[in-house]
């Protein structure tokens, strides 16, 4: 039951969205910025997070948590040494670590937000990486997503990614895209802003986080990544598996098998 849900959502999130040019996304992410730094009446307290102390504002319509630097530092590390999600796995599982992620902040009493970024492979080549577990080789998505808080810095509120799989530290949205075209700077990326429920690129699986058996289903995927790393073969076996999985759904749309 559980690879068959796998599938559902890593096949149902590979199409990703036409991207805007470079200077249209610039134009439409200082809008946003805009409208989150207009609401300066949010206070944040450099105190231990907690439920209360941890203030919010809005995104469009979605609550986000709003973090001075150095909690978001902080809650960043925390998350990193979560030891049960496989950071190291970064061929896969970027929904499953988001999820894993926000539903860990969301206890903590703090909500965030998820960012898409995303490419449309016929205008540009693919977001790229280092890959962390083989040295000399990359790791490559058509689109890729981690959770993100606002952090007040110089009066201003700025999205800030936590994504350990890719960065050393939390980090301010546009360092993170940078990260992943280095081999491309002038590359087409859609970044996308969503509520922390969803789940997949295209928006069409939305979750509920205290669904205890989504969350069982999210745990046993990491674990099973977890097991993968550990491997030697691991990626390599990963990706058999998947090239296998595509065949088998190609016969089944041909009629055959």
């Not at 960043?76 to 929904?95: H, R, T, V, Y």
């Not at 689109?143 to 993100?148: I, L, M, S, T």
């Not at 939390?170 to 969803?198: C, D, E, G, I, Y």
Request: a positive charge; glycine letters at 4%.
């Amino acid at each position: 039951m559980i690879k068959v849900f796998f599938i559902f959502v890593l096949f149902s999130s590979l199409s990703a969205r036409a991207a805007d040019d470079l200077k249209s996304f610039a134009t439409s992410l200082d809008s946003t910025l805009r409208h989150l730094n207009a609401q300066q009446s949010v206070q944040c307290d450099s105190s231990k997070l907690t439920q209360i102390q941890s203030r919010t504002t809005k995104l469009e319509s979605d609550n986000v948590s709003v973090l001075t630097e150095k909690e978001a530092q902080k809650l960043f590390q925390e998350l990193k040494s979560n030891g049960d999600i496989p950071f190291e796995f970064s061929i896969a599982g970027c929904e499953e670590r988001a999820h894993e992620m926000s539903r860990l902040m969301l206890l903590k009493g703090i909500t965030p937000i998820k960012v898409f970024a995303s490419v449309d492979e016929n205008e540009s080549p693919r977001l790229r990486r280092p890959n962390p577990t083989k040295t000399g080789t990359t790791v490559e998505w058509k689109y890729h997503v981690a959770p993100a808080v606002l952090v007040k810095k110089d009066n201003k509120l700025i999205p800030y990614i936590l994504d350990p799989s890719l960065e050393k530290s939390a980090v301010p949205v546009s360092a993170w895209q940078a990260s992943m075209t280095k081999h491309n700077p002038k590359m087409k990326v859609q970044l996308r802003f969503t509520p922390a429920s969803q789940f997949d690129e295209r928006g069409r699986l939305r979750i509920n986080f205290k669904d205890d058996s989504f969350n069982k289903s999210i745990k046993d995927t990491l674990r099973e990544y977890k097991v993968r790393n550990k491997s030697a073969d691991g990626e390599d076996q990963y990706w058999f598996e998947l090239q296998r999985n595509e065949e088998r759904m190609m016969m089944f749309d041909e009629g055959g098998y």
